[in-house]
């Protein structure tokens, strides 16, 4: 099922979005993969830009033409990287990617807070799908067809 289901949880009335995986990677190959615009554009989006430091700018624009962007409020290289995921300019909320090696491998959890209930159905499979993508990719496998995982995983968050 394409890795573990993640979960969504309440903290107050924050919606929490966590997810765990054990990448097959070093976390300097995880940490490329998360904050350039080759690693993230070859898992996340058509196109990428990271201002590489703390207060930097974040832009993710995704194939469907949604757009994201936001601020850098973390950047510890190859360990912690967080920033504000705000939507089509509208809705924000934060998204951090914590790395940990384990063995030759990169614990990496991402957590994502702050998004409307509204949104929190779509959210949970759909990074349930990237992060399938980005397992892949760093094996050198082909990558999965973003919807393809998602419509495979969905049932699970219902």
């Known amino acids: 099922m394409f890795g573990e289901t993640g979960t969504l949880a309440k903290d107050g009335d924050v919606n929490v979005i966590t997810f765990r995986r054990s990448l097959d990677a070093s976390p300097e190959r995880v940490w490329e993969a998360l904050t350039t615009e080759k690693g993230l554009t ?3 989006a058509v196109s990428a830009k990271v201002g590489g430091r703390e207060g930097g700018d974040i832009a993710i624009e995704f194939d469907d033409g949604q757009a994201v962007s936001g601020t850098i409020s973390r950047w510890d290289p190859t360990t912690q990287f967080a920033h504000t995921w705000v939507i ?3 809705i924000s909320s ?3 990617y914590a790395l940990a ?3 030759g491998r990169t614990e990496l959890t991402l957590v ?3 998004l409307p209930d509204e949104m929190c159905g779509g959210y949970t499979p759909g990074w349930h799908a ?3 993508r980005l397992a892949a990719d760093l094996e050198g496998g082909s990558v999965p067809e973003w919807l393809t995982v ?3 995983v969905a049932p699970a968050y219902q």
């Open 88 to 90: 089509n300019g509208e």
């Open 112 to 114: 994502h807070t702050g």
């Open 101 to 103: 090696a384990t063995g």
């Open 150 to 152: 998602f419509e495979e």
């Open 94 to 96: 934060d998204v951090t």
């Open 42 to 44: 070859s898992w996340l």
């Open 130 to 132: 990237f992060l399938a």
